[in-house]
């Protein structure tokens, strides 16, 4: 299947997250490079590795990286993933996990390898975005060629699930910002509202986390 499209622009959110002056990045999904071109034109010393499963990809992200790995991230070796480990201050996932199979077991060998104090970024589409609880109730749950249904997505996060995700494989999240897009109408808020408190959890709450379509976050080994 056809990896999302990609495109020149790098997301500024997941920029700013990055610390300036890390030795070494790793980055799972480099696509054309942008996010590579941005964080070097920065830090043009850093070691900027990026790993990429599509070769037409990879080689539009050598333009920026410092290396390229054309493969999948999730079947390199332990060899391979403790050398990258060793020499990467952070790990970036920009539209990245929710492609992976088992982010779980990506991230524990991450940790396992990797010294504490070590960052991941990431941005991950939010599964409650009311958008996406729309199509939901109407049935239309029709994957896209690119965007929050994209049909490569193979795994789903809300916002408690993705701090568990990061917690239970090591790390501890630092930081997390929400990216939000069209807001929901009244009757929408109020729906949202309403069935949270049906469920008997807190409609306030539930109706902020369906405002966010993508969570940025900067999580930190334990």
């Known amino acids: ?44 010393g850093c070691h900027y590795v990026g790993i990429e499963i599509d070769p037409l990809y990879a080689d539009a992200s050598s333009r920026y990286c410092s290396e390229v790995i054309v493969g999948n991230a999730e079947t390199l070796d332990d060899a391979r993933l403790h ?24 991230l ?16 991950i589409p939010n599964a409650q975005y009311w958008g996406i609880q729309s199509v939901l109730n109407s ?12 049909r490569t997505h193979i795994r789903w996060f809300t916002r408690l699930t993705l701090v568990d995700l990061f917690h239970s494989t090591g790390f501890h999240v630092q930081h997390m910002v929400l990216r939000v897009g069209n807001s929901p109408n009244e009757g929408q808020q109020a729906a949202i509202r309403q069935m949270a408190s049906a469920s008997g959890h807190d409609p306030d709450t539930a109706l902020t986390d369906a405002m966010a379509f993508q969570y940025v976050l900067r999580a930190v080994a334990i």
């Open 83 to 106: 050398g990258l480990c060793q020499a990467a201050q952070c790990w970036v996932f920009g539209d990245a996990l929710e492609h992976l199979y088992d982010p779980w077991t990506l």
């Open 139 to 150: 049935g239309l749950f029709l994957y896209q060629d690119a965007g929050l249904l994209d």
């Open 1 to 44: 299947m056809q990896q999302t499209p990609i495109h020149e622009a790098h997301n500024p959110q997941l920029l700013d997250m990055m610390r300036p002056g890390y030795a070494g990045v790793v980055e799972v999904g480099s696509s054309s490079g942008a996010m590579a071109r941005a964080y070097r034109e920065k830090c043009p």
């Open 108 to 123: 524990r060998r991450i940790r396992r390898f990797s010294a504490p104090g070590t960052e991941v970024v990431a941005c």
